[in-house]
C-alpha cells in the first residue's frame, strides 16, 4: 500500500477513444503530480496541482487534459492519443513546499501502464 | 546542464555493500537532495533524504559531501530484491523535482 492510489493499472485503447486515468491519495497532501514515463527515458513533469490550482503545465499537448477536483483526487483525461503517447503515466503528491515543509519528498503510485494502437 | 549525473550501472554481490554515487555539484544551499528507486513496471519507492548531515534509515543510509556536491546512498547488505534503478533527485524550484537517468543496480547472486 503506497498511500497513492492509480487506476487502472493497464489501459488500452484506440487513437479515436477518450479514457481518463485516475489518482487517490490518502496522505493528506495539499500538491499533487503526473509524470510521463517512456521506456529508458528519465521520467518527464506533466503537471502538478497545489491545493487544487494549477502551478506547472510542462508544454503537455492538449490531448492531455489534467482535473483536480480536491487535494485528495487527481485525474488525466485523454483523447485522441497518438501511438507515441504509451508509456508508464505515474501520479506523486507531497506536501506543498509553500506550507513551510520544503524538504517533503514525493510518493509515487504504482502508474498506469498506457499503450495506444 | 544535469542537475544530477550518476553512473549508468553497478553490479553488486548479494550480502555486500552497495555503494551509489551521485553528483550534485550546482545544488544551492537550501536544496535537499532525495533517493528513489523504481523497480521494473512500479512506481519509484521513496529511500531517503537530507540536506546537509547523513541519514540512516532501515533501508539505506545517505552520506552527503561536506561541500554539500555529491552524496551516496549505501545499501549495507544487498539483496536480490534490492535490484532495482536508484534515482538521486533534486528540487528544480518550487514544486518541481528533477529526474536523471539513474543507476541500475543489478544484485548478483
Known amino acids: 500500500e503506497t498511500g497513492v492510489t492509480q487506476t487502472p493499472r493497464h489501459l488500452v485503447m484506440g487513437m479515436t477513444n477518450k479514457k481518463s486515468l485516475k489518482c487517490e491519495q490518502h496522505?493528506?497532501?495539499?500538491?499533487m503530480y503526473w509524470y510521463k514515463q517512456s521506456a529508458k527515458k528519465p521520467l518527464e513533469l506533466m503537471f502538478v496541482?497545489?491545493?487544487?490550482?494549477?502551478?506547472e503545465n510542462n508544454s503537455v499537448p492538449s490531448r492531455f487534459s489534467p482535473e483536480c477536483p480536491n487535494s485528495s483526487h487527481l485525474f488525466l483525461h485523454l483523447h485522441t492519443l497518438q501511438p507515441e503517447d504509451s508509456a508508464l503515466y505515474l501520479c506523486?503528491?507531497?506536501?506543498?513546499?509553500?506550507?513551510?515543509?520544503?524538504?517533503?519528498?514525493?510518493?509515487f503510485g504504482n502508474g498506469t501502464r498506457l499503450t495506444v494502437t | 546542464d544535469a542537475k544530477t549525473t550518476q553512473p549508468t550501472s553497478m553490479d553488486c554481490a548479494e550480502g555486500r555493500a552497495a555503494n551509489l554515487p551521485c553528483n550534485h555539484s550546482?545544488?544551492?544551499?537550501?536544496?535537499?537532495v532525495y533517493w528513489y528507486r523504481q523497480i521494473h513496471s512500479q512506481g519509484p519507492q521513496y529511500i531517503s533524504h537530507?540536506?546537509?548531515n547523513n541519514e540512516t534509515n532501515e533501508m539505506a543510509s545517505l552520506i552527503i559531501t561536506e561541500d554539500r556536491k555529491s552524496s551516496t546512498l549505501i545499501l549495507p547488505h544487498a539483496t536480490l530484491r534490492d535490484t532495482a534503478v536508484y534515482y538521486c533527485?533534486?528540487?528544480?524550484?518550487?514544486?518541481?523535482?528533477?529526474f536523471g537517468t539513474g543507476t541500475s543496480l543489478t544484485v548478483i547472486p
Open positions: 537530507g540536506l546537509k
Open positions: 496541482y497545489n491545493f487544487k490550482e494549477q502551478t
Open positions: 496522505l493528506g497532501h495539499n500538491a
Open positions: 550546482t545544488i544551492s544551499g537550501n536544496e535537499y
Open positions: 506523486a503528491s507531497s506536501q506543498s513546499v509553500g506550507q513551510g515543509t520544503y524538504n517533503s519528498p514525493l510518493h
Open positions: 533527485i533534486v528540487r528544480l524550484g518550487g514544486n518541481q523535482f528533477y
